[in-house]
């Protein structure tokens, strides 16, 4: 993670009456977070076709889930080896702030404005790229006199190759552009 930001403020007294504050300020967030195994692909080399698709975002070895018991869990994904990733965040904020004073008599009025300019860039990890499939126990069941489906094993499933449920992945999400401004003014008479 680096994070950066600056700031720098000026104030000027313009006449005996007249007092301006300008500020303006810059802030950088930056998150990466990349598994084990980034550039690889095991799943390709292991024959899995349309798993690690890239030598990044979708690198490295899938998530396997396979139910029963005892139940398997090995990969990387957030349910095993507590790596929910890759994750990429980029977000950056400009800022410039003006506050003018103005007396008159007893009498000040103050009066400014807030500029803000956003970018923002999340490219999302609620599911591990490379893959997280899993292999459940209700596919190699047996069905028994009756009609009733004996429930099978999580095993059985994965040795026959058999995923049950593979979430799908996301894209990376195009670049966030947001501005955002506000003026005010009021007005403020000593002992009122």
Do not use: W
Not at 45 to 59: C, E, H, Q, R, V
Request: aromatic share 10%; net charge positive; hydrophobic share 35%.
């Amino acid at each position: 993670m680096i994070n950066r930001s600056l700031a720098v403020g000026y104030n000027r007294t313009l006449s005996p009456t007249l007092l301006t504050e300008i500020r303006f300020g810059y802030m950088r967030y930056r998150v990466n977070v990349l598994p084990n195994g980034l550039g690889t692909s095991p799943a390709k080399d292991a024959g899995i076709p349309n798993l690690n698709k890239d030598d990044f975002y979708t690198s490295g070895m899938p998530y396997f889930n396979i139910t029963g018991d005892p139940g398997i869990r090995l990969g990387y994904a957030l349910g095993v080896n507590q790596c929910n990733c890759p994750l990429a965040q980029r977000e950056q904020q400009y800022q410039f702030v003006n506050n003018t004073t103005k007396i008159v008599g007893n009498h000040s009025y103050k009066f400014g404005a807030d500029i803000r300019y956003a970018l923002q860039l999340r490219v999302p990890s609620d599911n591990h790229r490379s893959g997280e499939l899993t292999f459940a126990n209700g596919y190699t069941g047996e069905v028994v006199q009756g009609g009733a489906v004996q429930k099978g094993l999580g095993l059985a499933s994965f040795l026959l190759g058999d995923v049950t449920d593979l979430p799908g992945t996301s894209a990376p999400a195009p670049t966030r552009k947001s501005g955002k401004s506000a003026c005010f003014g009021m007005a403020r008479t000593p002992g009122a």
